[in-house]
């Protein structure tokens, strides 16, 4: 069946009073405005600003100013690295997600000593189960994707430029659901994050997992994580 | 079972129903099921999220330190369990029960409070929950919360405690509801839970039926999700990370690199023109100034509250929308629209700039930063 996006009229309430003849096109919306809600309104989402150093140099001390600007002031080297754990309560419908990661990429002259930098980002899915004493992560449950310059991320080309606002790029997983359930050990290019219902034994949907990030190259500055819209449905 | 639910047949077909077909009796009994499940699991993913890099979130203190507070909108009043899972970092050991981060959620006069403790860890996750007394539905909506992180270290053994994310969510109410009515954020429309027991009989469709269903739709409608949740981190101290360099220096005040920076993706389904409720609102915690100042967000002119300068409060603002001015995000078949700080004189030369930089970090107030932004949250339907 199709899902309908929007908040469909309802009809009207009298259409069900006792003695009225109760139409089917009456029952129809009903069933149209709640598969709304459950497969379009309450899809999960979690949107996360990564919150960055306000050090800067250029400022006399204390130097932490506690000021954002719109580019990292502390230099990024080459080989540079960091790392996310993030946590999103998925839906008990959840099954793949999209990521909308916002970056800054390293400069192409910042690092004298490189020829070129390369950004990549790796994002996997972890299963997490409390037996009492807190979560651990138990499984696997998304090897997930690689970005990199080959496929989605873009290199800054030139110097920050004082005063003006940033040099902030954009790179999505894309929302093409695969035909099958990926089955990938490492890796892969991008493709929406998959929740399968259970991994190593652990329920995954309807449940929190854990999203790993590892950077390489660039800075994440914030990530919306979204169940995707799947237009038709079996019912 | 009454009023129980089942996420596997929350879809009814539509064209179940059409003339010339027999109306299947799973159609109604999935109308039940799917009001159900919405009211006890719709918006029950995260409600605060919030990460952080850099060590920007560090603490030595060995008293509780508030160190956050953000605004987040409440699921109903009947759910009451807010889940939360930090993940974080113990810098030197920390021993014993020491190193905590405290959660304090406050409704509309109540308050929960949950400490969670921070064994020693290098990437350590703790989570737990708070169980806060809901107020009594009236008909005043009570509809958001606001939340404070105090966090703890092991100051005796001088470690220290790195905070790097944060995610809260509402726990969703079990199978079956409970009987009775269900209140969302007031007593004016409760929510009716149906029995999926009576909708496999004959004669589901009763007058009371429809009325509810109806009425349980246009409820839902009007449930709040989070969009957009940043709390600047203040009250940082680290004996280890004595270089600003290193770390301990956070994000103190809303600021012009968070514009394109900070940002979220927000869900208009068609038809939310038409909706009279509550529907999209930026609530802002500032540090108020005595002359006027604005912020330009989602298009939309905010004219923050004026008083008498240095007083800390939040406020909340309604925005509309200007459909043709705002881009959607490409590929995802649902109307999403990028909300934002916008990129505009007025935001540069208000927010926190390399021209405008406080002399002092909250929470110390001075005038040097009257009228900065301290929170914003983004709630809507």
């Given at each position: ?100 990661v ?19 980002i ?25 970005m990199d310059s080959s496929n989605s991320l873009l ?16 790179a999505d997983t894309g ?14 290019a991008p ?45 | ?381």
């Amino acid at each position: 069946m199709l899902i309908q996006t929007s908040y469909n009229l309802l009809p009207n309430k009298r259409a069900c009073n006792n003695g009225a003849v109760l139409m089917g096109s009456s029952v129809s919306s009903m069933c149209a405005a709640l598969s709304q809600l459950t497969h379009v309104k309450f899809l999960g989402m979690a949107n996360y600003p990564i919150m960055r150093s306000t050090f800067n140099a250029y400022k006399s001390s204390p130097y932490q100013i506690g000021v954002a600007y719109p580019s990292s002031l502390i230099t990024m080297t080459k080989g540079y690295t960091e790392s996310h754990k993030l946590f999103y309560a998925s839906t008990p419908i959840s099954t793949y997600l999209c990521a909308i990661v916002v970056y800054e990429a390293g400069t192409n002259d910042s690092d004298p000593t490189a020829s070129e930098f390369s950004p990549r980002i790796d994002i996997e899915v972890k299963a997490l189960n409390d037996s009492g004493s807190g979560y651990t992560e138990v499984a696997t449950a998304d090897y997930g994707i690689r970005m990199d310059s080959s496929n989605s991320l873009l290199l800054e080309s030139a110097l920050y430029d004082a005063g003006r606002h940033s040099h902030t790029y954009y790179a999505d997983t894309g929302i093409t659901v695969p035909r099958v359930p990926p089955t990938n050990t490492s890796p892969v290019a991008p493709r929406p994050l998959y929740l399968p219902a259970t991994a190593g034994g652990y329920n995954v949907r309807g449940e929190v997992v854990a999203i790993n990030i590892d950077a390489e190259d660039c800075k994440i500055k914030n990530i919306t994580l979204l169940d995707i819209y799947i237009p038709e449905v079996a019912p | 079972m009454s009023n129980s639910y089942n996420p596997s047949t929350i879809l009814a077909d539509p064209s179940s129903v059409v003339a010339g077909r027999d109306v299947e009796y799973e159609t109604i009994q999935r109308i039940a099921n799917a009001n159900n499940y919405s009211f006890a699991v719709g918006a029950c993913h995260n409600v605060l999220s919030q990460s952080y890099s850099d060590i920007t979130f560090i603490q030595d203190s060995g008293s509780l330190t508030e160190m956050s507070q953000w605004r987040i909108p409440l699921t109903s009043l009947q759910h009451s369990a807010l889940e939360i899972v930090v993940n974080y970092k113990i810098h030197g050991v920390a021993v014993g029960l020491t190193s905590n981060i405290r959660f304090t959620l406050d409704v509309d006069g109540g308050s929960a409070t949950v400490t969670i403790n921070l064994p020693n860890s290098s990437n350590g996750i703790a989570n737990d929950e708070l169980t806060i007394s809901m107020p009594s539905p009236s008909a005043t909506q009570v509809y958001y919360g606001t939340l404070t992180a105090e966090v703890q270290a092991d100051a005796a053994n001088n470690s220290e405690v790195e905070i790097r994310s944060i995610m809260a969510r509402w726990k969703p109410l079990s199978s079956p509801l409970s009987t009775g009515f269900l209140y969302q954020y007031d007593d004016v429309t409760p929510y009716t839970p149906k029995g999926t027991t009576r909708t496999g009989h004959n004669q589901a469709l009763t007058s009371r039926f429809g009325h509810q269903v109806i009425d349980n739709i246009e409820l839902l409608r009007t449930r709040l999700k989070t969009y957009l949740t940043w709390s600047s981190v203040y009250n940082v101290s680290s004996s280890i990370f004595t270089n600003p360099l290193d770390g301990a220096a956070p994000e103190a005040y809303l600021s012009v690199g968070h514009i394109d920076n900070l940002l979220s993706q927000v869900l208009i389904s068609e038809g939310w023109d038409n909706m009279t409720n509550r529907k999209l609102e930026l609530h802002i915690r500032y540090i108020t100034a005595a002359t006027d100042k604005s912020i330009d967000f989602l298009n939309n002119s905010i004219d923050l509250v004026t008083g008498a300068g240095g007083a800390v409060r939040w406020d909340e603002y309604t925005l509309e929308l200007d459909y043709g001015a705002l881009s959607e995000i490409g590929d995802t078949n649902l109307n999403y629209y990028t909300a934002k700080l916008n990129n505009t004189n007025n935001n540069i030369s208000n927010l926190g700039n390399f021209g405008n930089v406080p002399s002092v970090l909250y929470p110390t107030i001075n005038s040097s930063n009257h009228g900065f932004i301290i929170s914003a949250s983004l709630m809507g339907v």
